[in-house]
């Protein structure tokens, strides 16, 4: 049913995919989708839970052993946020719908995003502390300001990425990727 989902989202888009469709390509009875997923968002949340699952295995594994630069760390974390949605569609209308919570989206999809939200928040300030922590970055700076300035950075290009359809995953990355060293530069431990 996932497969089929998926699918039809990226072939016809998920405004004009029905629980019909989805039913049929995956070979059962609408009662059946229904009975697994109570809606259209409830599927869009089983695709990207198990990718969200993967993404905080690496998440995990890159706070517990980080890069010793910690610019280059925190580049590394926010790479692992590439995967929400990648293997399961290529367009970018699902994505614009779990990131900008109350725009096109209802209840289970914006309780979704506002908790992938704080995860993601919660795996930046894991990095800047154990950073911080082992000397890296100066003692004194605010954890809570640093992870909402890095988190901002992050969904200010990403917002961009799928709000401009020139934008290229790869070039918005390289941009973030960037901004993110410049502010490791301030942050470093003199």
Do not use: C
């Amino acid at each position: 049913m996932l497969r089929a989902a998926a699918g039809l989202f990226a072939q016809k888009g998920y405004a004009r995919t029905t629980f019909e469709e989805i039913a049929a390509t995956a070979g059962s009875g609408v009662a059946t989708v229904y009975k697994y997923f109570r809606s259209k968002e409830g599927i869009v949340i089983a695709l990207l839970q198990a990718d969200w699952d993967r993404m905080e295995v690496r998440a995990r594994r890159i706070i517990e052993q980080p890069p010793a630069d910690p610019g280059t760390a925190m580049v590394r974390l926010m790479s692992v946020y590439r995967d929400l949605g990648g293997h399961n569609w290529a367009s970018r209308e699902l994505l614009r719908l779990i990131i900008f919570p109350g725009v096109g989206n209802r209840g289970a999809l914006t309780a979704w995003t506002k908790d992938s939200d704080r995860r993601a928040q919660q795996h930046i300030r894991a990095l800047l502390r154990r950073q911080r922590d082992a000397g890296r970055l100066a003692p004194r700076l605010p954890l809570d300001d640093a992870t909402a300035v890095i988190f901002s950075l992050l969904n200010q290009h990403f917002a961009q990425f799928l709000t401009q359809p020139g934008v290229s995953f790869g070039s918005m990355y390289r941009q973030l990727s960037r901004r993110i060293r410049l502010v490791f530069d301030d942050w470093r431990r003199p």
